[in-house]
């Protein structure tokens, strides 16, 4: 079966640092495109980064310079390195792989950053 993970979320105060994971299984992670999207309260869903299976790597505007996405091949496994975290970057974070006809997603994970 099909599985995608997400890990490492939690509450952080403004100015903090997360790492999120996300534990593949059951595809062959190596060829797939993998990008983190999120989902802010009241608003629709929208891409972070994505890291490709050429390791090709792209950041939205309101992310770049803070996040860092990586990918651990032999551990079948997506990180994402946030760090100098804002009120505004509290979403649901969802890991997403894409290869062919295939578009695979986790279930999500929290991320709040308040005072």
């Known amino acids: 079966q099909v599985r995608l993970v997400e890990s490492g979320g939690g509450s952080v105060q403004p100015g903090g640092s997360l790492r999120l994971s996300c534990a593949t299984s059951?595809?062959?992670?190596?060829?797939?495109?993998m990008a983190w999207y999120r989902q802010r309260p009241g608003k629709e869903r929208e891409l972070v980064a994505v890291?490709?299976?050429?390791?090709?790597?792209s950041y939205s505007d309101f992310v770049k310079d803070r996040f860092t996405i990586s990918r651990d091949n032999p551990k079948d496994t997506l990180y994402l390195q946030m760090d100098s975290l804002k009120a505004d970057d509290t979403a649901v974070y969802f890991c997403?792989?894409?290869?062919?006809?295939?578009?695979?997603w986790g279930q999500g994970a929290q991320v709040t950053v308040s005072s």
């Open positions: 997403n792989g894409k290869k062919w006809g295939y578009d695979y």
């Open positions: 059951g595809i062959a992670f190596v060829i797939f495109d």
């Open positions: 890291i490709t299976a050429d390791d090709e790597i």
